[in-house]
Every structure is written in C-alpha cells, then in structure tokens.
C-alpha cells in the first residue's frame, strides 16, 4: 500500500486526453534515464476520447542531480508530444501541511499521533485553530501552533491573518472539523488544495448537523466524507467515504460519538493519500490510486 | 437471530407512550396465562414521555385455544389500562406476501429461492409482474405469476386490476425492483405495507438513475435502502441499509452490477425482519428487533 | 446504545438455568419497587434446558436507600426460587479500570482520549506499564501512571507488585497491547476480569507475530480479537472482533498499521461494553447485549 | 473495475525475478506493434530481488493476426532477455469452466445467474455433480450437466470419470460448495486451476464443520474463503475472502444461512477475478489486480 520512502525515489504523475503510447513514452523517458519503475497505476476513463491519468514510482539514485534533465524529456515529450499535464514529485521531500481545527480533537490529536508515528509522509508546518482549546497539542506533539480567532463579522480578517501564515509555505490545508467555511477568495489566493471533512455520507445530509438529520431520517448507517474543498459547500471532489452500522437504539449523541471514529479513519486515509500522490482530480470527482 | 417456528410459540408486539409498569404488566399477563417468555425485545425514545416499543416470543401450548382469552386481558391490562396499541400474532400463521417485479430479476429470485430453502416464513401468494419476462418463475418455484400490464397513461386500470388480486388476501407486497410508482390512492386502498429496494443509499440520490448520479458525484460508495413506501417517493420510514465500495475504475454499469448484490441481501433482510414481526413504526422511522 | 447515566439508573443482570417465569418474576419485583424498566434484554440458548440471560436497565428513585431491600427480594426470588445468579449494579458507580500497557500507544491512547471526552463510564485508577516510555501520558490525561519493569526471569515479582497495587480496588484490568503473559495465578490472585486485545482474527494466528504469518498465509483480511484473558493463551471467550481489508501491495508493516486502528477500536468497544454490563459470559463464549 | 470485451483487446501477464527496464520493455513490445495500452497494474515484491507481476490490457486491431509475430517478440524480449514467464490473452476468448457442486445450491445458482447476465467473461463447458439434486440447472440456464456419482470407495473411478469429461477442455475447476476431497493424482492430471469455496474465514476453522466451530468458540464474525485448491487441504493459495457479523443469538444454523450469502459472493467475485485474468500466484499467496 504504501511506499516507503527511499533517497532516489521519485513520483511522475500524468493526466490530459488519452491516446495511443503514453506509457510506452513514460517508461521510455524513465528507463532512458537509469530509472526502475517500481510501481505503476493507470486509469483511462474511456477507450477512446476518454482521459488518461497515471502515477508511476520510481528508483533513481542521485534523483535530484538528474531531475532537470529528466524534465526536459518530460515536458518535450509529455507536454509538447502528447499535451499532457505532469509532475515529478522526490519522495524524499514531504508536503507540507497545514491543520486547521476548532474545539473538536478528534481528527486532529488522529493526524498528529499518525504522524508522530511515521505513517504520514507530511511535515506539519502550522496547526490552526481559532480557539485555543487544543493549544496544548503545539509542545506535545512538537508542532507550532497558531490561534486565529475569528470574530463576528471579521472573518475576512481571519482569512487575511491566516494568509499571511500560509501563503506560499503549504502544499496542503486539511480542515480537521474546523467549523469555520472559507471564502472563495481565501481558497484563490492560498492557491493549495483543502480538503475537508465532513460528518455524513455525501450527499445526503450537506449543510449543518447532519447527525441530526440522519437521527430524524431514520438512516441505518452514518459517514463521513473526505472531499477537496470548493466554493461550493459540500460538493467539492470526493477522496474517500466510509460508514458505520446504527440503530434505533443510538441517540443523535450516539451518533456524534460513532461518526467521530469514521471522520477521523476517513480522513487520515484521505490525507495519506494526498502526501503520497495518489489522489489525481478528474473534474468533480477524484481518481485515487 | 431467528426464531425457529414451532407450535404454540407467538409474539406480542407492544407500541405506545412509555409509562412504569408496562413490562411488569405484560410478563405478568403471558406468565398468568402459562407462556414462557423465550426472548424479549425493548426500545423506549426517551426516560420520560418517550415511546415505548416490546417485541415478546413466547411459548405456550395450545396457543390457539387460549388466544380468545389471551386477547381478553391484554385488551384490558394493555389496551385500556395503559393506552397501547397492541398485536398477537401465532408464529405457526406465515404472512402472506405478494411480490411485484418487473424486468430486473436478481431480488424477485434472491426472495425466491431465500423462500424455497426455508429462510423466509412467508407465504407467497402472488408474484405481479407489469411484464413477461419473469414468467418462468412460476413453475420452477411453484409461486402464482400473473402478468398485469401497465400502459402508458393507463396505471388506473392495473392498480384496479392489482387490488382485485390482492385485496384482502395480503400482509406485505414487496416491489423487488417493480419499476413502477404506486399511487397514494392504491396505497390506502391496499390497507397493508408495502417495502421498496431503492438503489442508492437514500437520502442520497433520490429518484431516476441513482447509479449515474452517484457515478457523477464519485462517492466511493454505493448503496441500497429497503423502504416503506409512502405517497412521498422515496421518503418511506427506512428499514435496513447497506453499501459496497467502488472507485474510480467502476463505470455506471459495474455500480448497477455491484449494487444489484446489495439490493437483494438489504430487501432479503427487510422481508425476513417483517415476516418475523421485528419491524415496528416510529414517525418516518423505523424500530428495527 | 448507551445509556446515560442519571441519578437512579441501576441494572439488574440475571444469568443461570433457563425456566418458565423468569421474566415475569424479574419485572415483578422491580415493578414492586417502584422501578421503571427502560430496556431489558434477554437471551435463552435453547427452548428447554438452555441457558438464560438477561440484563435490565431500571430507573429507580434513591436506588442507593433502596437496594438492600430490592436484594433481599431478588435474592428471595431469584436465588432461592429459580436458582440464578444475579447482579445489582448502580449505573452511577462507574467500573474502576487499570490499563496495562508496555512501549505501542495506540490502544493505550485510544482508551485515555475516549474516556477524557465521556464515551467510556469508567474510572482510571491505574495505567501500569513494564516501560517508562509512555510515562507522560500520566499528566497529559491526569491519571496516575506505575512503572513495573518485567525483568528476564523475574515475572513473579512484577506480577507481586501488580497485584500489590490493583487487589481489591479494580472492576477490571485491560491489557492494552500490553506484551506480557500473565500467569494463572496472578490472574486467579487478581480476581477480576482481563480483557486483552489480539492483534488477529482469533482464532486464525493464535502467539506471537499474526501479522507476519497473515502476510505469509496471503489472507485478504487482517482482524483483531478482544477477549477475557485465561490461563490458556489467546484462547478465552471472545468479546469483540473486527476486520479490515489488505492486499498483496500490503507488507507485514502495512498489516501491523493497518492492524492498530482495529484494535484500539475493538478494544475500546469491548472495554464499553464492560463498563455498561454489557457482556456476560457463557462458557467459553460470551452474549454481549 | 470490469474490462468490457471487445475485439482487439488483449492482456498480457508477466511474472519473474524483479529488474531495472521491464516495463519499458514491455510497454516498448505493445507499442512497436501498434497496440494502445489502457490498463497496467504492476506489484513488486520488493525493491531489489523481489517478484515482479504485471497485467496489461491494449487495445490492438486484428490482434489475432498479429498474435504471432507479438509473440515473436515478447519471447525474444522478455523470456530471454529477462527470463519472465509471460502468456498473452485474447479477451475475446472466454474461459472455458467446468462447476462441481454436490447438494447446495447457492453457490452453484449465483454463478449460473451471473453468468447468463453477462457478468462472469467465460463458457460454462460443464457442471459435474455427485448427485442428481441439480440436475433441473441443466435446461434452466442451458449448461449440460453430468451426473457422476462417487461411491463410498470408489473415489478412484469418478475422478477418472470426471477425467474423461474435463481433460484439456477446461480452463479452469470451480468446487461450488463440492464436498469430496480431490486427489493429488487428479489435480496433477487435470493440470489446470480448481478454485474451492471454504466455509470460514481461514487459516480459522480448516476442515469439517467450521460452522460448528465457529459457533462453539464464540467468534463475532464469520467468513468465506475462496482458494486455489492444492493437495493440502485447505492450505491453497488465497483469492478472495470477507466475513459477515453474528452474535450470541445466531445458532449453528443462522450462522449456516448468514455464511451462504458470503459464500457465494467470495466465490463469484474469486471467479471473476480469475475470468479476467486477475489473479497471479507467488508461492502459497496471490496478486489479485
């Protein structure tokens, strides 16, 4: 499932319009420069006309010395030959990432502890929130920790302080039941995916307190939902969803306390996912290797 | 999970507002009157002025012959004295099904044979069919088929004609992908339940083509709901629900495929739940044994 | 699921040979008392000559005032006139707790962050390790934290200061991934239940290293097991279990990862289910209610 | 998930000692002969000295024109070249499949009606069975059926029997829920795959009556297994497996009927997966794309 990560490991990732020798192109690029494909994962949305996305990794010893030359090949060949999008990712070098959270610790204390653990191949470089209630995990977890409130009225100005933290600094925002939404400008201007999650299976339940909503339905299984935030609330690309069994016997509170399990498993899944390249968006939806 | 049907074992199904003393009355009514409580199910909404559900299965011998008698005190302990509603039923009496199909065959023949090996306690008293295709079942099950058309513009005509059919000998019609909208009218005029497989994981993807919504929106998971069925489409109490994962490899028709494997084990379990009297109506929702 | 405890909530579990009356003498009492029965949950084993389970959950004014009469009867009844075990439990008084843990945190975690945030009705009293490694978690979730060092061939005297410190102030004794073998005397010693958790779908891969024989078996599903902790190892009444889905792309490290969040899962839910008197045994096997 | 079947579409399956160049070489061979790769999954078993498998299906006009000089080639390049095994597939060409079942038919029933929807990419050539039970399948989904039965003793004449029938006619062996042990001297004369259907979730519960089993040791969760049937019984290479939830109320036979209803799903999905060319062994375990 995951690849461990080795000095002179590299990740290419390609999308655009499929055609005929793509890969034999990739492999052609790669091998041509010494690389050994380790692992390769295709998708092709149709037989023909469809769109074609792929993520290879690869072994190449003294990868950052070869990498310009490497590009070169890729964008004459990738870029100008077949008009595709790609990018050569080092393993070797983390995402960074932000996590946002509000009171809730659940999603949180989960990214941290996976992180501590080594599970997650991410540098933390901010912990957000705007309460200080979860100050406390900055010198447990050794992470920095930032408190931006956010007033009444004011949240632009939130916006523009968490800016100034972020702008340029992260390749990932991750809200952890941050329970604040982002304006669409704020979204433009970082400039770097968010992905959020949200506690129902999408998409029933969108808006607030789908526990509620589902406890009123009737529903026979509850979820949660990782997606890539958009202007639109809730109808961002989905990552990943999974469900717990309920019953009548479960109050509104049981299910807040069931779902808190599924929200933190399906995030982390969603998160690991991100850092290790996996997750190629494909209009509203996601392909996830 | 099941009870095995045996003489003189019945069920007594208990609803109403909650109140002290209703447990104790009912053990002491079964007991007074010889039975042996073999299982005893309870569900109450709220500690104080909640509602109040009992599923009991109990054992007595000549069952029929003290049923009158049965009836008697339960009207008076349960029914005047505490205000419940309330229902004796003799495990030994199958319930009487029809099942409505249309061209799909997977639920109408997972039922089927669910029957033929002795799973569901039911009797099938009619398989409906507004087509010919699944005609066939009729002699290799030995159920009765009869083919009711539906023209367009003419559904008066075939809910007249279903009435006929089932009016008055029925417990349960279950529309095993019946592709077809009942009215309100035929409804009431039916006087019994009816439970619907809806191909998603409602709410979500309500009405048409729920498999291509769903493959629009890129949930990573598909599911089935098995309803009661309301004059509000799709809006019916739910009584079970399950989902499978997908991805980003599964086109609109594998999710059909895929999905069909859940919608015939969610209906299985919603039948087998009603036949053996563990459904019971709470608002729009259900109180599943 | 849960019930919440409120002033005056007891339960009443009554366990032996099963007979006619059981339930009606059960609820009679109560009833007698004043108590309201808001859930009752009962399991036979077989129709005659079975086994009889049941737990009800009352409410009951000044329970404490009252219990000494309530057991006089219960003892009357139950114990002298059918022969039954029973139990008389006030849901105020939560279950005292020690958690046994060694270097991994996960489940240790797990079980500190659910309870802090109210999930689980028990106290703390100990968290007892053979390592100092996770010491801070002593402040970090105020609960008090003994180091215990197992020295190569000297268990018998850890297991003399373990016992020195949790005789007769513990309900319970969770081994949290704790990578001891307790002998038989101490657990005879002790006098209280031992849930571990086993980091395999018992009884596939029963002793030391599951993972790595699930990796070379080639299984598609790694599970983990809680179960009551007797003197033969790995081999007592399961409690809970779960399963998650590997694949060959899986190593033995992905396995045990994957592993940890079935297990701080399936234990956490087997250490709820204790503390709500959820489970009793039978044989070697138990009925979780 | 499914590859549609069209003309021209191919698979070719690789698998060797792992090394730098083999997928260029692979995607270079496709390429040269004007074949469109849309699909490549690729697993290695190791970084350096590990196993390589690849599956590969293109797109190639008249593929079975150009089998021949392709072939010239993938023996030039990767049989000698990098000593791989490698065999290529028309997709065109369904399996050819022989069923064994004995008395129960839901395993045997799934496949028929999967199969004549159009899900499971093979030719059923027969279905062999000890008894006669079944025999009706044989005009109901148009498949011949041959009755030989085994005679206490005699196990000797029916394998040569089913021998005479099978022998280089068949791609593959599926043991519906067959309950007689086949030789070793049969598997090695009948020289292709035979998949079995397990009642438990192996390694638990080898051999007769898991079910019993299972319900005496009080598992929560009961499983399927489906396998490459090797001398050892029982002890074959994995395909596919997943498991249901049971609790104390289901009886050894509840937990009969629940595992049915996985039973059939592992198998088919197993079967499935082998139809189209999914599955790839390495040792006593299995790639499964």
Not at 61 to 79: P, Y
Not at 238 to 250: A, L, P, Y
Request: hydrophobic share 45%; proline share 3%; net charge negative.
């Amino acid at each position: 499932m995951r690849t461990t990560t080795t000095t002179g490991e590299g990740r290419l990732l390609v999308s655009g319009e499929d055609g005929p020798g793509i890969v034999a192109a990739v492999s052609a690029i790669l091998t041509g420069h010494g690389a050994n494909i380790v692992s390769l994962d295709q998708h092709s949305t149709g037989p023909s006309g469809g769109r074609f996305f792929q993520r290879a990794v690869f072994h190449l010893d003294r990868l950052a010395d070869q990498r310009s030359a490497l590009e070169v090949d890729l964008h004459r060949e990738l870029g100008e030959r077949f008009g595709l999008q790609w990018s050569l990712v080092d393993t070797a070098v983390p995402k960074r990432v932000a996590l946002f959270a509000s009171k809730l610790d659940h999603c949180l204390l989960d990214l941290l502890w996976r992180h501590r653990r080594g599970d997650l191949p991410m540098e933390i470089t901010h912990v957000v929130s705007n309460h200080t209630d979860l100050a406390w995990v900055g010198d447990r977890f050794e992470v920095p920790f930032t408190h931006i409130p956010v007033a009444r009225g004011a949240k632009g100005e939130a916006e523009a302080a968490q800016l100034d933290l972020l702008k340029g600094t992260v390749d990932l925002v991750v809200l952890a039941r941050y329970m604040q939404i982002l304006s669409g400008d704020f979204l433009a201007a970082l400039g770097v995916p968010v992905i959020n999650i949200h506690h129902s299976f999408l998409p029933a339940f969108v808006g607030a307190a789908p526990y509620r909503k589902a406890k009123e339905r009737g529903v026979k299984l509850i979820g949660a939902t990782a997606h890539f935030v958009t202007e639109d609330l809730d109808e961002g690309p989905i990552i990943e969803q999974d469900v717990v069994r309920v019953s009548h016997t479960d109050s509104t509170d049981d299910l807040v306390r069931r779902g808190a399990d599924v929200e933190r498993l399906v995030l982390a899944r969603a998160v690991q996912a991100f850092c290790e390249d996996r997750i190629m968006r494909d209009g509203n939806t996601t392909v996830v290797f």
